[in-house]
T-cell receptor, first 115, second 114 residues
């Protein structure tokens, strides 16, 4: 089965704290893609990162970093020194070949960053 | 990245009427388009997959006659919600992919049926 699990429903932090959003996925495919999207209150989906199954290199982009570990089927997302503007719902998603490249989303994690 | 434009961004319609939502790929040819629905405070659920020139493939539980999908060209897919009712009020979002494996998302359409 293809599945994405985001066990954290809501996280609340104070500004400048670091926060990690967890994502665990399941797939039988050997070729697949993992994504993180941000959905602010306005509703649009903002693309953050894409990672293919053959590239386990971690990535850092400013305050954002991602840890991809195939051994544990996890693709965690860390925000360093969080800011109020980071408040949003964050979705982890899986795109897989056998599904015709359709995207399956996790339930989302709602992040509240308080000033 | 590639641009997918969705229109309208918001629409309010009366119960019993139909409403059409457009999804356009602006700078690439979209061989496949996907339509998702998102209820408040929930995740995005795939409704259907459409390939250009073919009938859409609907996910289990999605009413084909209620949600009509047309993908007549490589740059345009439409979703028509027929005989809309208040329970159809939701956020609808499309994504499109072409030669690249990645799918790009539109901005979404918030439908309110009154």
């Amino acid at each position: 089965a293809q599945k994405v699990t985001q066990a954290q429903t809501e996280i609340s932090v104070v500004e400048k704290e670091d926060v990690t959003l967890d994502c665990v996925y399941e797939t039988r495919d050997t070729t697949y893609y993992l994504f993180w999207y941000k959905q602010p209150p306005s509703g649009e989906l903002v693309f953050l990162i894409r990672r293919n199954s053959f590239d386990e290199q971690n990535e850092i982009s400013g305050r954002y970093s991602w840890n991809f570990q195939k051994s544990t089927s996890s693709f965690n997302f860390t925000i360093t020194a969080s800011q109020v503007v980071d408040s949003a719902v964050y979705f982890c998603a899986l795109n897989f070949v056998s599904g015709g490249f359709k995207t399956i989303f996790g339930a989302g994690t709602r992040l509240f960053v308080k000033a | 990245g590639a641009v997918v434009s969705q229109h309208p961004s918001r629409v309010i319609c009366k119960s019993g009427t139909s409403v059409k939502i457009e999804c356009r790929s602006l700078d690439f040819q979209a061989t496949t388009m996907f339509w998702y629905r998102q209820f408040p405070k929930q995740s995005l659920m795939l409704m259907a997959t459409s390939n250009e020139g073919s009938k859409a493939t609907y996910e289990q539980g999605v009413e084909k006659d209620k949600f009509l999908i047309n993908h007549a060209s490589l740059t345009l897919s439409t979703l028509t919600v027929t005989s809309a009712h208040p329970e159809d009020s939701s956020f609808y979002i499309c994504s499109a992919r072409g030669e690249l494996t990645e799918a790009f998302f539109g901005q979404g359409t918030r439908l309110t049926v009154v």
